[in-house]
């Protein structure tokens, strides 16, 4: 935490006015310098949060700012494979892959309840977005699959993964083909909400000359000892406060709270932090969740709970009953609250409203929105694909090389077989010669010439390939087609029969033609070799979405405020003093 003191000072006013961006201690970034992001090695991190190069382990995504719950304490990883390492798939490498062909499961178990929101997993090459099953078993110990499952393509070979789950969660385990390919998994355990946010408090201390405001229980710095002047703490002076003896937390925008987490101050006195009563309240102050603390203080709360509602304001109050000073106090040296923007809107300040096309509800990291996998109906995910469609918003068709052009909603894999390839459920290999139909089964009708037949409908393949290919194929004359019915006793029928006979036939000479124009796709990868639906759906996943840089997504206008804020801040020979001065623009009272 040393390092946050540690400070990039601008030297002069010109310097600071004519650069676009804040120049922001280390550590930290934003116009305003409000968000803390996690580099590795404590690396000074970009004005968009980016680091030079990974994030300090546990944490993830743009900015470094969502709590990874694969790494958090207490959480333990255990894979199928023969090894029992798990390092390739939590050290945010994606060059380490798992190299067991044989891994069949991956299973995240946690010494406590977490909520889960979401996941992320990142593949070697592209991700087969759906291959992958999640089983969840809740506190409650239910089990569930990913309830109303959404995915959100983060780039190429990063995938996101949003389950419905109503109860905090003690183990995942992931299954599915896709997952030899896996390189690394984040679970989402939010991000840090609190940090900068508008505390107030019912009456603050000061000691010689040091106030101990609200806003140091949202500085970023658990530090918990109270004299390092890193805790907020209520007034001991009677007069001046109106009972409860409160602190409160009102956030920017409202934002989904699942965890929260309070650091007492350890130096003396944490007694004081037990009894106290918690309280989320939404926009209009009706309560979302209450909590009281235990008899006895603890020195570290952390209370983790499955909300759907979006939370304005907290309040701590404290009841602990004292003595001598008479008055109850609430002492924080931190408070986080982890969570995400309230649906419709993205952004690290969640300012963001998301795209028309999903304006409800999109991935709040980075705007994209949700998609599913096997439904129609995004992002609801209720009306399954209608029959021969597949994937992300049931947007492929399912290929013609399967029986009935029927395949897996959620795979795109033939699901009854093949129809004139030999190789379910891939159905990349054309029947042998003399076969055809379903799985390649029947034998072509001994009277056709040479006893072949076209591999999709059985008829009798052309002798004459040459005149099928010229341009005149309504006249060609048309081969016997073996397999037609015998004439029958009206004529007007047989030419009726007959008719559409030659009709077929031209169709089958035309689909040869195609055939022989276009051979079949091959991968050039040996690996998609053997996997023809996972290239498929590569194909599909590329065609859906367009890809853009990852760290697009900061908001533009809060870049174009920093200029604002910057040139106007006058500059601070304190490094201290430098660090607060954006905090303080920032809030209400320094607006006006
Ligand atoms: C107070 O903060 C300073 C600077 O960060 C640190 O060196 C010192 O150890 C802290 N004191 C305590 C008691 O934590
Ligand atoms: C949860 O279920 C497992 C097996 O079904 C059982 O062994 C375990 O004791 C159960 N735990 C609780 C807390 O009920
Ligand atoms: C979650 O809660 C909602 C509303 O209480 C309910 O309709 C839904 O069935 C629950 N889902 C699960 C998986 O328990
Ligand atoms: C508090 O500040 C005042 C004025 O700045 C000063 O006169 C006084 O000595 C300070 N007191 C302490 C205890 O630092
Ligand atoms: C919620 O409570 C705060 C203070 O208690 C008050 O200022 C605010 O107007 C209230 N909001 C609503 C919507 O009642
Ligand atoms: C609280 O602490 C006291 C003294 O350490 C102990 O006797 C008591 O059992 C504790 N109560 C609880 C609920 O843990
Ligand atoms: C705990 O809090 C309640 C009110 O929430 C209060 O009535 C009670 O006296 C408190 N107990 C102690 C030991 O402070
Ligand atoms: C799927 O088939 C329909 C008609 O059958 C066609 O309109 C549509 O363009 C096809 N979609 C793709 C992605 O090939
Ligand atoms: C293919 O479709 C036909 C007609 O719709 C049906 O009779 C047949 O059972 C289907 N085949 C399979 C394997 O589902
Ligand atoms: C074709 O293959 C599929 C998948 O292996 C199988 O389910 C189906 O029964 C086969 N059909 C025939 C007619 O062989
Ligand atoms: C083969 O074709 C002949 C003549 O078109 C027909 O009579 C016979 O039933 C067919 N055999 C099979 C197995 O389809």
């Known amino acids: 935490m040393g390092l946050l003191f540690k400070l990039i000072l601008c030297f002069t006013v010109l310097t600071c006015a004519s650069s676009v961006l804040a120049q922001c201690p280390v550590g930290w970034f934003g116009s305003k310098c409000q968000y803390m992001c996690h580099c590795e090695s404590d690396a000074h991190c970009d004005s968009y949060g980016q680091c030079p190069t990974k994030c300090i382990a546990g944490w993830f995504g743009q900015g470094c700012q969502y709590e990874d719950l694969t790494t958090i304490d207490g959480a333990l990883i255990s894979t199928s494979a023969v090894s029992s390492s798990t390092s390739w798939l939590t050290d945010q490498d994606v060059t380490t892959?798992?190299?067991?062909?044989?891994?069949?499961?991956?299973?995240?178990?946690w010494d406590r309840p977490y909520p889960f929101t979401w996941l992320r997993l990142q593949a070697k090459t592209s991700t087969a977005i759906g291959q992958f099953e999640f089983l969840f078993t809740t506190n409650g110990n239910k089990s569930y699959n990913c309830i109303n499952q959404l995915l959100a393509i983060v780039d190429t070979t990063t995938v996101d993964y949003r389950c419905d789950i109503n109860d905090t969660v003690t183990r995942l385990i992931i299954t599915g083909s896709s997952l030899y390919s896996v390189c690394s998994l984040y679970i989402s355990g939010g991000r840090n909400v609190a940090l900068k946010q508008t505390a107030q408090q019912s009456g603050t201390y000061v000691f010689a000359n040091i106030s101990y405001s609200a806003s140091l229980a949202v500085d970023g710095d658990a530090n918990p000892y109270f004299h390092n002047n890193t805790c907020s703490h209520t007034t001991d002076i009677l007069q001046e406060s109106v009972p409860p003896v409160s602190w409160t937390l009102t956030l920017d925008t409202p934002r989904v709270i699942n965890r929260i987490k309070i650091y007492n101050r350890a130096d003396c006195c944490s007694y004081r932090l037990s009894n106290f009563s918690l309280?989320?309240?939404?926009?209009?102050?009706?309560?979302?969740?209450s909590y009281v603390g235990p008899v006895n203080a603890s020195l570290v709360y952390e209370l983790n709970t499955m909300q759907q509602e979006?939370?304005?304001?907290?309040?701590?109050?404290?009841?602990?009953?004292e003595v001598n000073p008479i008055l109850p106090m609430v002492t924080l040296c931190e408070v986080f609250l982890f969570g995400d923007c309230e649906p419709g809107t993205w952004g690290l300040g969640c300012t963001s409203p998301c795209p028309t096309e999903c304006r409800d509800f999109?991935?709040?990291?980075?705007?994209?929105?949700?998609k599913c996998l096997g439904?129609?109906?995004?992002?609801?995910?209720?009306?399954?694909?209608?029959?021969?469609t597949w994937g992300?918003?049931?947007?492929?068709?399912?290929?013609?090389?399967?029986?009935?052009?029927?395949?897996?909603?959620?795979?795109?894999?033939?699901?009854?077989?093949?129809?004139g390839y030999s190789n379910p459920p891939a159905c990349t290999v054309e029947c042998a010669s003399g076969k055809w139909g379903h799985n390649c089964s029947y034998e072509c009708n001994s009277s056709c010439i040479r006893q072949t037949c076209e591999r999709v409908t059985g008829l009798c393949q052309s002798t004459s390939e040459n005149t099928a290919t010229t341009a005149s194929l309504a006249t060609t004359v048309v081969p016997d087609p073996c397999n037609c019915p015998s004439l029958g006793p009206g004529i007007g029928i047989g030419i009726a029969i007959g008719v559409v006979s030659i009709v077929l036939v031209d169709v089958a000479i035309y689909f040869i033609f195609i055939k022989r124009r276009q051979p079949p796709a091959t991968a050039n990868d040996p690996v998609d070799k053997t996997q023809g639906t996972q290239l498929q759906q590569y194909d599909s996943l590329k065609e859906n979405t367009q890809y853009k840089p990852h760290y697009e997504t900061v908001d533009p206008i809060d870049i174009d405020k920093t200029s604002v804020t910057q040139g106007s801040t006058s500059m601070n020979s304190s490094p201290y003093e430098n660090e607060i001065a954006p905090y303080e623009s920032y809030s209400p009272k320094h607006k006006k």
Request: glycine share 4%; aromatic share 4%.
């Open 310 to 321: 979006p939370v304005k304001t907290i309040r701590i109050i404290a009841t602990k009953i």
């Open 375 to 388: 439904y129609v109906d995004p992002p609801r995910c209720t009306t399954a694909c209608l029959p021969n």
């Open 392 to 419: 992300i918003n049931c947007q492929s068709n399912c290929s013609s090389s399967c029986q009935n052009t029927s395949c897996d909603k959620l795979t795109g894999v033939c699901d009854k077989g093949c129809n």
């Open 97 to 109: 892959c798992n190299e067991d062909p044989s891994l069949n499961s991956i299973t995240v178990q």
């Open 362 to 370: 999109c991935q709040q990291e980075s705007g994209k929105c949700f």
């Open 279 to 289: 309280e989320t309240m939404d926009i209009n102050n009706h309560t979302v969740w």
